[in-house]
């Protein structure tokens, strides 16, 4: 009889505890997903690239970027916000830093703030694209604090992207993808977007606003700058004033402007020639190569997986169906080489087998047929199953 009291007292006991408890969720977008807290443009905007990382634009001056509900955080938001036990909160950042300085500037003093306001111990996190590898860099740190319950990770490039290479080596900013016909256009203000190249107005923008060609409080869609590219650079003017930028200047100034841009690269063999596969060896340090090395695997499977006491992770991955996801790249005649994915990050592991089965073991990888890489915190499919997914005990 005793016994049968003591239960039904810790039952109810329970039962009180999760009428009253509240459980944080943490919003972190990808790469460009942050913008100033009083910009209404569609090209995310940040204020001069600070000379160090506490000089970093503060917080409370940014908000996640979600033109027109292209990307769908703003939707996704307001879904999760319909359950009263759970606590909203972005993260925005400056996505021009090195994830060692995003997860120490940004992601964890958010972290203890919420934890502290909100009296939780344990907050779960989801995180579009790059903003999964911020989260992998403080949770593969040495001031990890087992305070993180669930990460789920959307369209994140666990392997790098080989964009990137083509930015800082060649200067290169267009993706060359498949330009859709108008009857296959089904969001208008995300091919509006794809037209007026949103990577290469975001990068042309910071550029010509270090040179003094545009003025620090400029829009670059608004100020009227035209934009031509010919075999050997870019040539911009704006009124009277005209410049011409070789593409090993573009090249030169994204490596000054974007460290982030380093911890991107692939860290599988994408270089093709006639010998095969070879890896990039570049001068900067890339924080992936850590992150996926053998010793940062161990670390992160002992933290991440399937047990009460570690971090359930989930993975989405996207195929757009269109086969058009860059896998290799030949620098000696720029042939490229596709895979599937969603635009951006496909949707199959290269790397090295410790990492592939270290992932494998510890992350739940959801594949599906959920669109391209921007939208994708948007779409329907994933939305469903990320509620359920923060359902899960």
């Known amino acids: ?218 829009d670059l869609l608004a100020s009227g700058t035209v934009i031509t590219k010919t075999e050997t650079g870019y040539r911009f003017q704006h009124g009277e004033n005209h410049l011409f930028l070789r593409d090993e200047d573009i090249a030169r100034e994204i490596k000054r402007i974007f460290p982030s841009l380093f911890s991107l690269l692939p860290i599988y063999p994408f270089l093709k020639s006639t010998i095969g596969y070879t890896d990039y060896v570049g001068q900067q340090p890339n924080e992936l190569l850590d992150l996926n090395g053998q010793a940062g695997m161990k670390l992160w499977a002992s933290r991440a997986g399937f047990k009460p006491h570690q971090i359930h992770v989930t993975l989405f991955l996207s195929d757009n169906g269109q086969n058009r996801t860059l896998r290799a790249i030949s620098p000696a005649d720029s042939e490229r080489e596709y895979g599937s994915g969603d635009g951006t990050v496909l949707d199959t592991f290269y790397g090295a087998s410790h990492f592939i089965e270290a992932f494998s073991e510890s992350v739940t990888i959801i594949r599906g047929q959920y669109g391209d890489h921007m939208g994708l915190p948007g779409n329907e499919a994933i939305q469903q199953k990320i509620i359920a997914l923060l359902s899960t005990p």
């Open 1 to 218: 009889m005793r016994k049968a009291f003591t239960l039904a007292i810790f039952l109810f006991f329970c039962f009180l505890t999760s009428l009253f408890s509240v459980q944080v969720v943490f919003i972190i977008p990808g790469i460009m997903g942050s913008t100033m807290a009083d910009s209404l443009s569609v090209i995310p905007r940040l204020p001069k690239p600070p000379v160090s990382p506490a000089q970093c634009p503060p917080i409370d001056t940014l908000k996640v970027h979600d033109p027109y509900g292209t990307v769908g955080w703003t939707w996704l938001v307001e879904r999760l916000s319909e359950d009263p036990n759970k606590q909203i909160y972005e993260i925005p950042y400056d996505w021009r830093q090195t994830l060692d300085t995003i997860w120490r500037q940004y992601i964890k003093p958010e972290i203890d703030r919420r934890k502290l306001l909100d009296d939780e111990r344990k907050v779960d996190i989801i995180a579009h694209s790059m903003g999964g590898l911020a989260v992998r860099a403080y949770i593969q740190s040495e001031a990890y604090e087992e305070d993180i319950r669930r990460l789920i990770m959307i369209g994140t490039p666990n392997e790098g992207y080989p964009g990137i290479y083509l930015m800082l080596e060649k200067g290169e900013l267009r993706e060359n993808k498949k330009i859709p016909k108008i009857f296959e256009v089904k969001n208008l203000i995300s091919a509006m977007l794809d037209h007026i190249q949103l990577k290469e107005s975001i990068v042309f923008e910071q550029i010509l606003k270090g040179w003094a060609f545009l003025s620090p409080e400029a």
